[in-house]
């Protein structure tokens, strides 16, 4: 990886799962797990295609897509989220990115974007020792329209005080690839820099 080529944004936004933690391989058993006991039928390409948005969304596109209208989208939502939880207490790692984040860290402002809520992401941020050395932290819940939507970076940008356009957005899912298109920044899509381990056939 050539952390170099980086050096003339003013500023960069990690989106979390994913892209700055290696968290996706338990995001897909904590699914499994939740599906599984609710009967909700799902599948990888449908799984894939969700990635990046919050947990309630997904459970209720995929109710939608199975035509079920009878199952408690939070409580579907809850067990998923524990057991993710459980899984991710157990052992937080960092992907390769961590090496941008380390090499620049003190020398331009950083960010964290995700789709996670904004108290889930300082904890497993927090487990990594990294959570205080970010400027701003932005989780779904401190914004008003999730990803695609730009909302999520533009509230990094916001909060580090740094112009969008100014800002390099590192991201593995297509929902966040859109969201940093629409608010004029430029992106890694970091599914180029490593291989796919989330529900992947």
């Known amino acids: ?49 969700m990635s990046g948005m919050p947990t309630g969304l997904s459970v209720e596109k995929l109710l939608a897509d199975a035509h079920i209208s009878n199952i408690d989208v939070a409580a579907v939502a809850e067990a ?6 459980q899984l991710v207490n157990s052992e ?8 941008v984040f380390e090499y620049y860290l ?25 959570a205080k050395q970010f400027e701003a932290i932005v989780g ?10 730009p909302d999520t970076f533009l509230k ?14 590192f991201e593995d899912a297509d929902a966040g690839v859109v969201a940093a298109n629409a608010a004029g920044m ?3 899509d970091v599914r180029n820099l490593w291989p796919a381990n989330y529900f992947v056939d």
């Open 1 to 49: 990886m050539n952390i170099q080529q980086y050096q003339d944004y003013e500023a960069f936004i990690f989106d979390m799962d994913g892209t700055l933690i290696d968290s996706m391989k338990q995001h897909q058993q904590a699914w499994e797990f939740a599906l599984q006991q609710f009967n909700i039928p799902y599948t990888s390409e449908q799984m894939l295609a």
């Open 80 to 85: 998923k989220e524990q057991r993710y939880h």
């Open 92 to 99: 937080v790692l960092a992907t390769p990115l961590i090496e």
């Open 106 to 130: 003190g020398k331009k402002p950083m960010a964290v974007g995700t789709g996670a809520s904004q108290q889930q992401a300082e904890l497993i941020l927090a487990k990594l020792g990294i």
């Open 140 to 149: 779904a819940d401190l914004v008003a329209e999730h990803k695609p939507a």
């Open 156 to 169: 990094c940008a916001e909060l580090m005080n740094v112009q969008p356009q100014a800002c390099l957005v």
């Open 186 to 188: 430029d992106v890694v």
